[in-house]
């Protein structure tokens, strides 16, 4: 069993040692097993998001997309971002409120078949309610963002 440093700090050395991601499993595993895990993962979250959010602010997506897996800014120009993500600035979805709201996880985290760590739920956001998927990759000994959705929750 890990001990402190938990499982995805074993799975990153794993990565590590055989290169930007390891077959991890056939099926999905649980990418929690410690304190430190789950800290990472709502590290991981919500520093994604307040990235978003200021690119959405300032209109300029460099920034998030030179944080992100070389793969993701291979295929996403911050042009591409500004268009992606139009919806959340017309509608000004304020998402800094991520740095103390506590996301609703609805899927995961788990880390796939490829090493990858993926991770889905909501945030309670005023006055609208965003849902998020989100993709990262281990690069450099580092999660980087390789996947993102962001969205407006509809009105149910």
Do not use: K
């Not at 985290?109 to 281990?138: C, H, I, K, M, Y």
């Amino acid at each position: 069993m890990p001990g402190r440093r938990g499982w995805l700090a074993l799975l990153l050395s794993s990565a590590m040692a055989c290169g930007a991601t390891v077959n991890v499993a056939a099926q999905p595993v649980p990418a929690i097993g410690s304190e430190e895990d789950a800290q990472l993962v709502a590290i991981l979250i919500r520093s994604t998001l307040v990235a978003l959010h200021h690119a959405n602010v300032t209109g300029n997506y460099s920034v998030l997309s030179q944080l992100a897996a070389p793969g993701f800014t291979a295929r996403n120009t911050a042009a591409d971002l500004a268009v992606t993500f139009a919806e959340l600035r017309r509608r000004e979805i304020d998402l800094q409120a991520v740095t103390v709201l506590q996301p609703d996880i609805t899927f995961g985290p788990v880390l796939d078949e490829n090493g990858l760590l993926r991770v889905s739920g909501r945030f309670a956001t005023t006055p609208v309610p965003v849902r998020f998927e989100l993709v990262f990759q281990v690069v450099d000994r580092v999660w980087r963002l390789i996947g993102i959705v962001v969205q407006p929750v509809a009105a149910e």
